[in-house]
């Protein structure tokens, strides 16, 4: 199972992976205990929009994994876990390098793992935002998570 790479090689490992290269998405850490990741997209010509902003489904697919990997980590392949919905709100073009930072506190992984303890669905939602260089927000993105114990790994 690729989560179990050292975050080091597992962040080589998201940045050679085609869709986050193709977009111009780097993954720029992981934290070494895995409660944050940082990503960042650069603009290329294959990403960019009309108007020279970056095009809104990289922005979006920047923030796609990482709360899920952040679980899955956490939790382990006990559990069924994906991102089940997503929205997404532009606030501004997205120009220059734009970035994102992911982190679930141990006290909120436990708080999941406690609610799906006996095989109950469970749906957290977390948002992220998007800021350009400047600190200034782009995007805000609503993710919801979907987390079960697998069936026969219930204690």
Same mark, same amino acid.
């Given at each position: 199972?690729?989560?179990?790479?050292?975050?080091?090689?597992?962040?080589?490992?998201?940045?050679?992976?085609?869709?986050?290269?193709?977009?111009?998405?780097?993954?720029?850490?992981?934290?070494?205990?895995?409660?944050?990741?940082?990503? @960042? =997209?650069? %603009?290329?010509?294959?990403? /960019?929009?009309?108007?020279? +902003?970056?095009? !809104?489904?990289?922005?979006?697919?920047?923030?796609?994994?990482?709360?899920?990997?952040?679980?899955?980590?956490?939790?382990?392949?006990?559990?069924?876990?994906?991102?089940?919905?997503?929205?997404?709100?532009?606030?501004?073009?997205?120009?220059?390098?734009?970035?994102?930072?992911? @982190? =679930?506190? %141990?006290?909120?992984?436990? /708080?999941?793992?406690?609610? +799906?303890?006996? !095989?109950?669905?469970?749906?957290?939602?977390?948002?992220?935002?998007?800021?350009?260089?400047?600190?200034?927000?782009?995007?805000?993105?609503?993710?919801?998570?979907?987390?079960?114990?697998?069936?026969?790994?219930?204690?």
């Amino acid at each position: 199972m690729p989560l179990r790479l050292p975050p080091r090689l597992f962040r080589l490992a998201m940045n050679w992976w085609p869709p986050f290269r193709g977009a111009g998405i780097r993954v720029r850490s992981i934290a070494p205990d895995w409660h944050a990741v940082e990503v @960042e =997209l650069r %603009p290329r010509a294959m990403n /960019r929009n009309p108007h020279g +902003a970056h095009f !809104g489904g990289s922005l979006f697919a920047m923030t796609d994994p990482f709360y899920a990997l952040i679980l899955q980590r956490h939790l382990g392949p006990d559990y069924r876990i994906w991102d089940q919905w997503s929205s997404i709100e532009f606030l501004k073009p997205g120009e220059g390098i734009v970035s994102a930072r992911f @982190e =679930l506190a %141990p006290q909120e992984i436990e /708080r999941v793992r406690l609610a +799906a303890a006996g !095989g109950a669905k469970v749906l957290p939602e977390y948002v992220v935002e998007v800021r350009d260089r400047h600190g200034a927000l782009v995007a805000r993105v609503q993710k919801r998570v979907y987390v079960r114990l697998r069936r026969g790994a219930q204690t």
